[in-house]
């Protein structure tokens, strides 16, 4: 991930980067941990895009990914005096939008569940009203691997129904582009066992699509 500075930066202060993190992340850090308003400003514009994309990957509805993006920069805000730089900025930030992302998506399929149990028991002569009944998948993934819309509509359905960390790195890397490095520090793991994520979820996306379509 390439490391860069707001001018307005420039000489608002020079400070040794400790190890894990870049000059220029450094400086922005010691500005954000003074408290400067123009810092954060120049932080959210840098990463805005970037934080925003990693959440709509695995949230796939705009308006909760706007509202969890915030809620990452907030976080940074209100923490940032704790960070030491044992991970570059980027990572750090990508790691907040993650871990917020699969709280967000655990809390709505567990109200999911609750309202279709609530339903359920509360009319139990219809096991299956039309009000509850379970709507398709919609997990719009912009990678398009397969080119008509029916087959991409099956990739987002079966990346959806990756287990989490599969999930994540496969997005992290195919939709962020980061490197396998840079994801197993977005999960806090081995470049080894983000290679056996890829790998398995790359293995179970091939599975479960060939059948349905002779290239995939």
């Known amino acids: 991930m390439a490391c860069s500075l707001p001018l307005l930066l420039t000489d608002d202060l020079q400070v040794d980067a400790p190890s894990g993190i870049c000059s220029a992340d450094a400086a922005l850090v010691a500005a954000l ?122 990739l987002r359905v079966q990346v959806a129904r990756l287990p989490e960390q599969q999930q994540v790195a496969f997005l992290l890397r195919h939709e962020q582009d980061l490197s396998y490095e840079q994801i197993a520090a977005v999960l806090g793991t081995s470049l080894s066992a983000v290679e056996s994520l890829l790998f398995r979820a790359r293995q179970t996306l091939r599975k479960r699509l060939q059948p349905h379509f002779r290239h995939a």
């Open 33 to 154: 941990q003074r408290g400067s308003e123009a810092a954060f400003r120049a932080l959210v514009e840098q990463y805005q895009d970037r934080i925003y994309g990693t959440v709509f990957s695995l949230l796939q509805n705009a308006e909760e990914a706007e509202d969890v993006a915030q809620e990452v920069f907030v976080e940074v805000y209100q923490t940032i005096a704790r960070f030491r730089g044992e991970a570059t900025l980027g990572t750090w930030l990508y790691r907040l939008a993650t871990s917020r992302a699969l709280k967000s998506l655990r809390k709505a399929r567990a109200q999911k569940r609750f309202a279709f149990l609530t339903s359920l028991l509360s009319q139990p002569d219809n096991p299956r009203p039309d009000n509850i009944r379970p709507e398709p998948p919609d997990h719009a993934h912009p990678l398009a691997l397969l080119e008509a819309q029916q087959q991409l509509q099956l």
